[in-house]
C-alpha cells in the first residue's frame, strides 16, 4: 500500500512540474500580495493532490487541472492564522513579467491590471484565452457553450481596449 | 495593447516560468499535506461542527423528558426547544449533502461558483433566522436547563425572573442593531452581488 502511494505521490509531482506554469499563471491573476499567492498555490497543489486517486484521463490534464485551480482560486478564502510551514521560493513573489522588453512592459502591465480588476470569472476566461485554449476547451472548463465564450471575448475585448484608451489618454 | 498582442507575450513567459522551475520536488511534497484557507472546506468542516453539536445536544434533550413536569410554561419551552433542536440537525444535514456536492475537482467553474454563492446566501439567512429566534430561544433554553440541572421551575417566581430577562432582551436588540448591518446585511448584498455576476456569466 505504501509502495502504490508513494509511486502515485512521484507521479503527482512529475505532472505538477510539467504543468506549473498553469499553476503559476492562475496564482498571479488571483492573488493579490505574495503572502495571499503562497496561500493559494498551496491550495491547489493540496486539491489537486486529493483529486489525484480519482483522475481517470475523461478529459486532458490540462483540463481537469484548469479546473481544479480556478475553481479553487475563485473559491479562495484567505486564511488570517495560517501559519505556514514550508518555505517557499522567492520567485512567487516576482512576476515574470519582469523577463519583458522594456517598451512592452508598462503596456503589458496596465493590460493586466484591468484583467486582474475584471470579475472573477471573465478572468478566468481571459486566462484560458491567453493560454491558446480553444473555444471547445474553453467551454468545458467553464461550463458555457462555446458560441457563449466568443461573445464574451470579444465583449471582453472591446471593454478592455476601450478602458486602455480612456486611461492612456 | 490589446488582447491578441497581449497573447503572444504571455506565451513567451512559459519559458521564463519553466526556467525557474518553481515547483521543485520537495516543495510539492511539503504543499500536498499542508491546509490552508478553502473555503468549502472552511464550510464544511463547520457544519459538520454543528451537526455533531446538535445530536448530542439532542440527546441530553431527549434524555431529561422525564424532568419537564410543572408548569404549562415549561413544557412548551422544551417542545420549542426540541422542535428547533431537531429542525437544526436536520437542516445541518442537509447542507453537508450539499456542500459534498460542491465537486470543486470536476465541476465546471462557473456552475461551482453559483452553487458556492447559492449556499452562502443559504446560510447567512439561516444565520438571520436564528438571530431573530434569538431571545425566545436563549429564554425557552436558559428555562429547561434550570429546570433540567437545578429542578426549579422558573415560572414559579416569574417576578424575579422577568426583570432579568426584560434587561437581557433589550441588551440583545441593541447588540444586534449593532451587528446586523454590520456583518449579516454587508455579507447578503456581497453575496447577492457575486450570484448576480455568475448569473449574468451564464447568460449568453
Redesign the interface.
Known sequence: MNQIKSQQEDAFIKLMQEHQKLVYKVVNLYAGDAEERKDLFQEIILQAWKAYPRFKAQSSVGTWLYRISLNTAINHKRSQKHKQVTVYPDVLDHAAVFYLPDDKKEEYLLLQKMIEDLPRLEKALVLLYLEDKSYKEIAEIMGISPSNVGTKLSRIKEQLKRKAQLLTQ | ????N??Q??????E???R??????K??????????????R?LSNTEHLGFITGVLLLIVLLSQVNKMDGSTGVIISYVFTLIIGVASTIFGWYKIQILSKLN??????????EQ?ERFRMMIIKERLIFIILGPLLIGAFYIVMTKMVNGIDVFDNIGVIWPKVLFATVLYIVILLGVYNQYYFRNIRQIKKSLD??KA??K?
Open positions: 495593447m490589446e488582447l491578441d497581449m497573447k507575450m504571455w506565451q513567451k513567459l512559459d521564463t516560468i519553466e525557474q522551475n518553481i515547483m521543485n520536488e516543495l510539492i511534497r511539503n504543499m500536498m499535506y499542508e491546509r490552508t484557507g478553502n473555503a468549502v472552511i470543486i475537482h470536476e465541476a465546471p467553474v462557473a456552475q461551482l461558483t458556492t455576476e455568475v456569466f451564464l449568453n
